[in-house]
Nanobody, 123 residues
Framework: QVRLVESGGGSVQAGGSLRLSCAGSGYAYSSYCMGWFRQAPGKEREGVAVIYGGGGITWYADSVKGRFTISRDNTKNTLYLQMNSLKPEDTGMYYC????????????????WGQGTQVTVSS
């Protein structure tokens, strides 16, 4: 049974930081590109950051470059997203995902989704 379990969401003020974690199980974790996606109310789900299976290559959405850092620990089957200098527009549900093909931030390439963790940034 595949499981992706996110944690670390919460409410912060603008300029603050949060670190999201995602524990994966039930599949060949280290062979998958992993990513973080988010969805704000009334908006489509969008890619935030992805990281190749070996961890050496990453991609970020322009809106988070320089503020967010994606990383993974394949010995713990865990994915991370360090979010600094948070802005109100970063508010949304953040989803961990295992990407099945092209390692890009496109939701249509996701094979497995987590249940999501809420991030709320107040001004």
């Amino acid at each position: 049974q595949v499981r992706l379990v996110e944690s670390g969401g919460g409410s912060v003020q603008a300029g603050g930081s949060l670190r999201l974690s995602c524990a994966g199980s039930g599949y060949a974790y280290s062979s998958y590109c992993m990513g973080w996606f988010r969805q704000a109310p009334g908006k489509e789900r969008e890619g935030v950051a992805v990281i190749y299976g070996g961890g050496g290559i990453t991609w970020y959405a322009d809106s988070v470059k320089g503020r967010f850092t994606i990383s993974r620990d394949n010995t713990k089957n865990t994915l991370y997203l360090q979010m600094n200098s948070l802005k109100p527009e970063d508010t949304g549900m953040y989803y961990c995902a295992a990407v099945k093909a092209a390692c890009v931030g496109a939701p249509q390439w996701v094979r497995y989704w987590g249940q999501g963790t809420q991030v709320t940034v107040s001004s």
